[in-house]
């Protein structure tokens, strides 16, 4: 299982960002948010989701983190360079935390859910579930634990009740407009 920062130490596509957070605890969200944006990179990153390209990393690109308190997932909106959101992609994980630095973490499950902005889910990374499964990284209970988690999430989308996603472009407007860019 992987421990991963949400200010995303030593990527080397990212030759210049800035990065921010703050800790909300307001009636629509409890947790961690993070700001993390992209001001010079080596190059694009272009993944394939829901069957077609999609630009993820590029200059001007921002990145928001969501950690909700007392969940098994956290959420990153990508906004491209005009602001406009371009997939939400959600982490499905055993726990989440805050480094002494004060960087919000979580320990990856490796199951995703990626999300488009007309709601079309695609989950990813099964294979690799199983993998650390099979291999010990992950027991039994914790493998099950990634499914339910799964199955929950894409249920509420489904039905449109996952609000943390409606609340990307607020976050998001908040860490702008905060001090600590």
Same mark, same amino acid.
Request: glycine share 4%.
């Given at each position: 299982?992987?421990?991963k920062l949400a200010n995303l130490p030593g990527w080397k596509r990212i030759i210049q960002s800035r990065?921010?957070?703050?800790?909300l605890d307001t009636p629509e969200f409890k947790g961690h948010i993070t700001l993390y944006c992209m001001d010079a990179v080596s190059a694009p990153l272009v993944v394939e989701y829901f069957k077609r390209k999609i630009c993820i990393v590029d200059a001007g690109y921002v990145w928001l983190k969501q950690f909700p308190s007392g969940e098994h997932f956290t959420v990153t909106a990508h906004f491209d360079d005009e602001?406009?959101?371009?997939?939400?992609?959600?982490?499905?994980?055993?726990?989440? /935390?805050?480094?002494?630095? =004060?960087?919000?973490?979580?320990?990856?499950l490796y199951l995703d859910l990626v999300v488009s902005?007309?709601?079309?889910?695609?989950?990813?990374?099964?294979?690799e579930l199983l993998a650390a499964r099979?291999? /010990?990284?992950?027991?039994?209970?914790?493998?099950?634990?990634?499914?339910?988690?799964?199955?929950?999430?894409?249920?509420?989308?489904?039905?449109?009740?996952? /609000?943390?996603?409606?609340?990307?472009?607020?976050?998001?407007?908040?860490?702008? =407009?905060?001090?600590s860019l």
């Open positions: 299982m992987e421990r990065f921010c957070g703050s800790h602001a406009r959101l371009v997939l939400w992609y959600i982490d499905i994980c055993l726990r989440t /935390g805050v480094s002494q630095e =004060q960087i919000p973490w979580m320990d990856d902005p007309t709601m079309e889910v695609e989950l990813k990374d099964a294979d099979e291999s /010990g990284q992950i027991s039994a209970a914790e493998f099950d634990l990634a499914w339910r988690e799964a199955d929950r999430l894409m249920e509420l989308i489904a039905q449109n009740r996952l /609000g943390l996603l409606t609340l990307s472009d607020v976050h998001r407007q908040m860490l702008l =407009q905060s001090d």
